[in-house]
């Protein structure tokens, strides 16, 4: 059987597009970004109380250390997934074609600026 499963609206494309992929693209890298920073922020939290007894202050510090860095960590992919859509939205719109071109553009672009901050 070659019939559907859903119906779409005449004319509608059976795939997203790359605008509708950005929401999910921008919300997985905050995501992963606060993982991955919660995970550093404990690693740190542990490493610089090491000498410090299990206490109300100790705990204080680790929660603030994890918070800190997934903050951080949410925030810098947030934004560079966010420059990274908006800049594959533009090319794609521009260009009038959907192909490997505006990604490697796009990630390019995105580098580029992100660099030009002059951070490491």
């Known amino acids: 059987q070659d019939t559907d499963e859903f119906i779409l609206p005449t004319g509608a494309n059976k795939t997203r597009g790359r605008f509708e992929l950005a929401f999910f693209t ?10 991955f920073g919660a995970l550093n ?6 490493k610089e109380t090491q000498n410090m007894p299990w206490s109300k202050p100790r705990n204080v510090q680790i929660l603030n250390m994890v918070t800190r860095q997934g903050a951080l960590w949410a925030n810098t992919l ?3 997934a966010l420059l990274y859509s908006a800049f594959g939205v533009i090319i794609e719109k521009t260009r009038g074609a959907e192909d490997d ?4 553009a796009a990630g390019t672009l995105t580098g580029m ?8």
Do not use: E, P
């Not at 071109?101 to 490697?104: D, E």
């Not at 600026?113 to 490491?120: E, I, N, P």
């Open 26 to 35: 921008i919300g997985g890298c905050c995501m992963a970004g606060a993982t």
């Open 41 to 46: 922020g404990l690693r740190l939290g542990l």
């Open 78 to 80: 947030g934004s560079l």
């Open 101 to 104: 071109l505006n990604t490697i």
């Open 113 to 120: 600026l992100y660099k030009s901050t002059g951070r490491v």
